[in-house]
């Protein structure tokens, strides 16, 4: 019975290593083609979603390095359902890779360390989760094989992985020093708010800012973006960032909830120049992926400021944010991703007229967009607000104008695009795209997405009862 | 009587635009969509003033509530009063208006209407919510249309004008959530239901900091000075019907903001901050009203106009007097109705003349007497003739205003007073230039000089229905303007209460 808890506890994990080594002996074996693979691996992750609804309960094993509850199944399963979308509309630059296998083996491996660092107990397995996730994604991005830039995004990845790897266990440290152990309930229980604690917090904080590329430590973002293929930025911009602002929630809540005082106003500060920064470096931007790159950083810092309420409703808006996130992002990118596997054009002059020649993507295009400049009906509406709503409630109202001020500069940017697709006029328009069915699917569920859930209300409230039980 | 039927009648509307083929048949369903909607506010409107005459005493009737995000204690929850039941037939009025003009739209018309239509159920959402989230979310519902609108079929600098528009009104709405999140935390129980607010009270320091928050955010909307910048470029740009629901229905979410949300949910800073409000209107109308003097293209010359008499309703909500905020709602009317009127005849003109600057026109009535005539009663409306709905509503707001005995506020009612003039200056010497004299042929690219050659024929059967449907409103109310006033009675006494009870 115990063995069958266990199992049950670790199924996210379990069935993530059965694809790894189903893909693996297909490879060996090496009479699969293509096509067959990017069927079958889409099959074997429409299951492992649907997964992800039965059995999630509480659980702590391997005395307390590895926990899992309900609000971590959710969250593992918003993961799954981005890596999903993005296996479907990266078929037609799949179907033509070399090296298939290897990819899916890599992005698995990578989705896996990130589900063992969300469900980690102790600073060990998260570091643990936290470089097998990284590793695998730097040699992703140098996927697009043909690339120089790829490879160049790929050497910026690793080296300011290892630079933020360093810098975070150099803080782990110090807090080992400090408290006298890595367990996540023993640091909790016996933090004391003394200056190596603090200074060890604020290492480990960095460490996750790299990752998050919160302002300043953002400046790898846009070069890693803009080189790596469209399937990883968007895994990158969207299962990372989620991942890794989940896990901070976790990290901060439940272990360093002693130095609330300082994550507050370390929270709200670098929040506030996040936005910012961010809104107004995506202004000028030429490249579709540096944009959404940029774009993506004010996004994580309006994710930051709910995380600033330290409230359930506060965790309740992010897990809700960025499920709208994986739907409204991953719908840009499957456009950017048809569009460049099919052209290979990926500035925002040669979307000029898009509405035009190809107006079902234009279409779908304008309302990522939308909803991701927070315009009703689209779900981002509701998520931004919600994020802004949870922020409010420690009144730190200076932080809300700020926010707030910077939705009219993300809406300048995201509107240029739209104006960009729909007014504008072009000598030489982009041919009629053809979308496969695979592709054609995922946009369907994205659109779906990003008009359903804002009314649907009752998946907030689902989140949040979840989100009681941290 | 289902209120969300008016909310979901345009939306399916705008869907089967989506659906059908040819632009013929987006048109007819669009039509057939805008006159069930103004079949079923007529419906309404009945239904409201039955319910009153026998007796219903409740502040808003036809209420609806469904819970929406149970955890931030947001509703959907409609209801209207009077003063509701007036501004959701003043968008049916301008709708049903705004698809006629447009029947000759040829650009892309499937995309034209769906965005009229969808502009219109955000309007329709607006006036009827009784929920801030809710009506803050219908409010941002109408901002992205007008942009696109602007930005694809608009003329001159249109990507200017449409990003300068969707800015400035997105900026007020920015401030305008700041403000609604202060209301919503202040006490321990947050809640978004404005008659719950409404009964409870804000505490003075909420109201002192966010008040201005408030009123500036809605007040961009509409057209409170220095903010009215949007006005002009925007309405200049913008296509004929895209103008018409900009200065008809936009500019009214402004106002209507102001006096739902901020004046009646915070009446001791509305006390505290009158003077401002009062300055600031003041200013918009003297300052719109000689802009206006200068400018050479009619749509310009509305724009100005407009930002003169939308000052009227902000002054008539900052003299916070029952008679002052009554001639405040009856000027939303009326000025929605009379400036989609004139941008409406406007429209006719430049599609015929392809110009808009006075100079370039004159003698057009004996072309186009029928163009010429809606021309002239716009004109005169604008100028405040009595028989026309202007002139009672101005009156009102003047009466009210007046009623107020601090001498500064007095001074601002004899200076808006006094802008009537520059307004018949301006006004008439339009009308004349463009209307009157001798026919000006070589700027109208005529091909001679016998006025039974042009190229064009006076208003054709679309613009005449909606410019009737307009004049009808317009006249209705200055020949009977005591409708409208005991129509929107019930809902101005209760502001007007809530004004006096919280602040002595």
């Known amino acids: 019975m115990e063995a069958l808890n266990m199992i049950l506890a670790m199924k996210f994990e379990i069935a993530l290593t059965l694809l790894i080594f189903i893909l693996l002996f297909l490879k060996i074996d090496g009479r699969a083609n293509n096509v067959f693979l990017i069927r079958l691996t889409n099959l074997l992750l429409v299951l492992n979603l ?57 992005l698995f491996s990578s989705l896996l360390g990130f589900f063992f ?24 991005c140098n996927f697009d094989l043909e690339k120089k830039a790829s490879s160049e995004s790929a050497f910026k990845l690793i080296m300011s992985s290892a630079f933020s790897s360093a810098i975070l266990l150099f803080g782990i440290s110090l807090i080992y020093g400090a408290t006298g152990t890595i367990g996540f309930s023993e640091i909790a229980a016996s933090l004391s708010s003394s200056q190596l604690e603090v200074l060890g917090f604020v290492l480990f904080f960095t460490g996750f800012a790299f990752k998050l590329s919160i302002v300043p430590f953002h400046l790898w973002a846009a070069d890693v973006y803009e080189g790596a293929p469209v399937a990883i930025t968007a895994y990158l911009s969207v299962v990372s960032k989620g991942a890794m602002a989940f896990v901070f929630i976790t990290v901060l809540y439940a272990v360093f909830g002693k130095l609330a005082i300082t994550w507050f106003y370390m929270l709200t500060i670098s929040a506030a120049i996040t936005i910012t920064i961010g809104n107004l470096f995506a202004i000028r931007q030429q490249n579709l992926k540096r944009f959404f790159a940029f774009s993506s950083i004010a996004q994580v810092g309006y994710i930051l400021i709910a995380i600033s309420s330290a409230t359930q409703i506060g965790v309740a808006s992010v897990v809700y944010f960025i499920l709208i996130y994986v739907f409204t992002n991953l719908a840009a990118f499957a456009i950017i991703s048809v569009i460049s596997s099919q052209t290979g054009k990926e500035t925002v002059n040669d979307y000029k007229g898009l509405y035009a020649s190809n107006p079902g993507l234009a279409l779908v295009m304008a309302l990522a967009l939308f909803s991701l400049a927070g315009i009703p009906p689209m779900a981002g509406f509701f998520g931004k607000l919600f994020l802004l709503t949870s922020g409010a409630q420690t009144g730190s109202w200076w932080l809300i104008i700020i926010a707030s001020l910077n939705l009219v500069i993300s809406l300048y940017y995201y509107l240029r695009i739209v104006i960009v697709m729909f007014a504008d006029r072009n000598s030489e328009p982009l041919e009629k795209i053809k979308l496969t069915s695979t592709v054609f699917a995922s946009l369907c569920l994205c659109v779906a997405g990003i008009l359903i859930l804002g009314f649907a209300g009752r998946t907030f409230d689902v989140i949040l009862q979840y989100a009681a039980k941290l | 009587m289902n209120l969300s039927l008016l909310i979901l009648l345009p939306v399916l509307t705008s869907l089967a635009i989506l659906v ?96 009229l239509l969808f502009l219109a159920a955000g309007a329709y959402g607006f006036f009827m919510s009784l929920d801030l989230f809710v009506m803050f979310f219908f409010l941002e519902v109408a901002v992205i249309p007008k942009f696109l609108l602007i930005a694809i079929w608009g003329s001159g600098r249109k990507e200017y004008s449409a990003n300068k528009l969707a800015l400035m009104l997105m900026g007020g709405s920015a401030l305008v959530f700041v403000g609604l999140l202060a209301i919503f935390f202040y006490n321990s129980s947050p809640t978004f239901d404005l008659v719950a607010l409404s009964q409870s009270h804000i505490p003075l320091a909420v109201q002192h900091k966010f008040f201005p928050l408030l009123f500036l955010g809605f007040g961009v909307f509409g057209a409170l000075f220095p903010f009215h910048t949007w006005v002009p470029d925007g309405h200049s740009s913008a296509p004929t019907a895209a103008s018409m629901f900009l200065a008809g229905i936009s500019m009214k979410l402004g106002g209507y903001g102001c006096l739902r949300v901020a004046t009646y949910l915070m009446p001791e800073a509305a006390h505290e901050y009158q003077w401002i409000i009062i300055l600031l209107s003041a200013i918009a109308i003297l300052y719109g009203a000689f802009a206006t003097m200068m400018q050479t293209d009619l749509k310009y010359i509305n724009a100005y106009s407009s930002v003169s008499h939308c000052g009227f309703v902000l002054l008539g909500i900052g003299m916070l007097s029952k008679t002052a905020i009554t001639g405040a709602v009856m000027q939303m009317v009326s000025h929605g109705l009379m400036t989609a009127l004139f941008f409406a005849a406007i429209g006719m003109l430049y599609e015929r003349t392809h110009t808009r600057i006075v100079a370039q026109m004159g ?23 009595p028989g026309l709905s202007a002139f009672p509503a101005e009156m009102t707001v003047f009466m009210g205003s007046w009623q107020n005995p601090d001498r500064w506020y007095r001074l601002a009612t004899i200076a808006a007073c006094a802008s009537i003039v520059v307004t018949a200056v301006y006004i008439l010497r339009a009308l004349g230039a463009v209307m009157w004299g001798e026919l000006r042929i070589a700027d109208l690219g005529l091909r001679n000089e016998n006025a039974n050659e042009v190229s064009f024929g006076d208003a054709e059967w679309n613009e005449k229905l909606a410019a009737v449907i307009l004049i009808a409103g317009i006249v209705l109310i200055g020949v009977a303007p005591f409708l409208l006033q005991k129509l929107v009675d019930g809902g101005v006494q209760e502001i007007a209460q809530q004004l006096t009870r919280m602040a002595f």
């Open chain 2, 20 to 115: 059908v083929r040819d632009a013929k048949q987006v048109r007819v369903v669009a039509l057939l969509g805008s006159l069930l909607q103004l079949a079923l506010v007529g419906w309404l409107t009945l239904a409201y003033v039955n319910a009153r005459n026998a007796g219903a005493a409740a502040q808003f009737l036809f209420e609806q509530r469904t819970v929406w995000f149970s955890a931030f204690n947001i509703q959907y929850y409609v209801g209207v009063d009077g003063i509701s039941v007036a501004m959701i037939g003043l968008t049916a009025l301008v709708v049903l208006a705004g698809v006629l003009v447009s029947w000759k739209v040829e650009k892309m018309t499937k995309e034209y209407f769906f965005l």
């Open chain 2, 363 to 385: 003698g057009l009535l004996k072309i186009t007497p029928f163009i010429g005539t809606v021309f002239f009663i716009a004109g005169l409306c604008s100028l405040g003739l």
């Open chain 1, 50 to 106: 649907a997964l992800g609804f039965f059995g999630n309960e509480t659980q702590d094993i391997f005395g307390g390095m590895f926990r899992t509850s309900p609000l971590l199944a959710i969250e593992k399963s918003v993961l799954n359902l981005a890596v999903l979308l993005i296996s479907l509309f990266s078929y037609d630059w799949l179907k033509k890779h070399r090296h298939l296998s290897e990819f899916f083996i890599l």
């Open chain 1, 117 to 140: 660092m969300l469900s980690s107990g102790n600073l060990l397995m998260f570091y643990l989760g936290l470089e097998l996730s990284t590793i695998p994604l730097t040699a992703l």
